[in-house]
């Protein structure tokens, strides 16, 4: 797998206005080259006026081809463009992201 199947799907479907994709594979107890754990940070106006878990159902729903075969988690943060232009960065949860991103798609 690579980012492409998540650009994809996430562009088709949700529009975003900033899109990051991460492999962090390599911060889990798997081979080397692994591409099974992933962070999504996902800015889209179709977020607006939905709940957090509700933001999540969308973006699960347009990668569950992948998360029913080779992704075995991922992290997602699914911010409305006011919430990314107060606070534009990918939130670093408990550890610090050593990893490059996959796939950057809009403004930084």
């Known amino acids: 797998i690579s980012a492409v199947p998540f650009l994809t799907k996430l562009t088709t479907s949700l529009n975003p206005h900033h899109l990051e994709v991460h492999n962090e594979s390599h911060m889990h107890a798997v081979p080397p080259g692994s591409e099974s754990h992933f962070r999504v940070l ?38 409305t463009p006011e919430q990314w232009d107060q606070n534009p960065t990918l939130a670093k949860t408990g550890f610090e992201i050593k990893c490059k991103p996959v796939f950057i798609l809009g403004q930084t």
Do not use: M, P, T, Y
């Open 42 to 79: 996902v800015v889209s106006a179709h977020f607006q006026g939905l709940s957090l878990l509700q933001r999540h159902r969308l973006v699960n729903e347009a990668l569950k081809e992948e998360l029913s075969s080779c992704v075995h988690a991922l992290a997602i943060q699914a911010k």
